[in-house]
């Protein structure tokens, strides 16, 4: 559990939010509520029209609405091992080529926010990102709030760097907004990538049985010209012709039957075969 460790050594500063000396007494002048309206707008619009890119328009929207150096998402991962981890699926501003990066379970802020279930105030010195082994700007102001969707969990966050209290409660509270629609964005997207892999399967077999049975009523025909010349009873001129064409036909409908037993799909009924490939057996 991260409560129960220390972040003394780690660089990492979180506190419950709620909890920080006048926090409620910030107030960061120019807020801009016709920007805010019109980021939101776009946030709404796109979970219509581009709905693959909601999370990068969420972060972008960050951007804007709260002045924000740098924002992104995380997402948390069970690995295999057990352990957690959490991914940034979006990002933006001086972050933005963190793209895809993925953070450890110990330190982390964005553990520790999941942990404590509550918008975090948070910090980032120069010494985490030593312990990462990686170069980034360092955070003097950010906050963290928790999203849920069923199972999955994860945090949307703003950071400045180098200023300090540049957030104060009006940016929290619209930053849970956008929580709640990260959310709605993840649930959205899982949704989709379901129906997208239902009715993929759907189609594969769909375009299988099609082609299973546009394969397998010239195949059958074939199957009876070859045994009847096998057997020198078709009027070709060799026996020869049947012995050399059958290995290929067998396998042939061998692969047709793989087509036509896809799951969901019937196989429809064929000549029994056995007496066919044992009349043309060689010797």
Known sequence: MIESKSLEGTGLEVTDLYRVPGFAQRHR???DA??????????????????ATILHELVNAAIDMFGADSAGISMQTRNPDGSLSYRWVATAGEYAHFLNAVLPEF??????????????LFTVSQQFFDLLGVQAATITDGILIPWRVEEQRGTIWVAAH????????DDSRMLEVLANFAAL????????????RQATAEAAA????????????PLQALI????????????????????NLMT????????????????????????????????????
């Open 34 to 51: 016709s920007l805010q309206m019109e980021r939101m707008r776009r946030v709404a619009h796109g979970f219509v029209e581009n709905p």
């Open 224 to 243: 009876n010209v070859v045994y009847l010349a096998a057997k020198g009873e078709s009027g070709m001129k060799s026996q020869e012709l049947g012995q």
């Open 185 to 196: 964005a993840v649930r959205q997207q899982r949704q989709q990538e379901q129906l997208i």
């Open 162 to 169: 180098g200023r300090t209290e540049a957030f104060d409660s």
């Open 29 to 31: 002048p120019h807020h």
């Open 107 to 120: 330190p982390s802020a964005c553990g520790l926010c999941l942990e404590r279930d509550r918008p975090q």
């Open 248 to 283: 290929d036909l067998v396998r042939l409908s061998s692969i047709v039957q793989e087509l036509l037993s896809l799951p969901g799909r019937k196989r429809p009924p064929v000549a029994a075969e056995p007496e066919i490939y044992s009349s043309v057996a060689p010797g």
């Open 206 to 217: 769909a375009m299988a049985n099609e082609l299973a049975h546009k394969i397998n009523n």
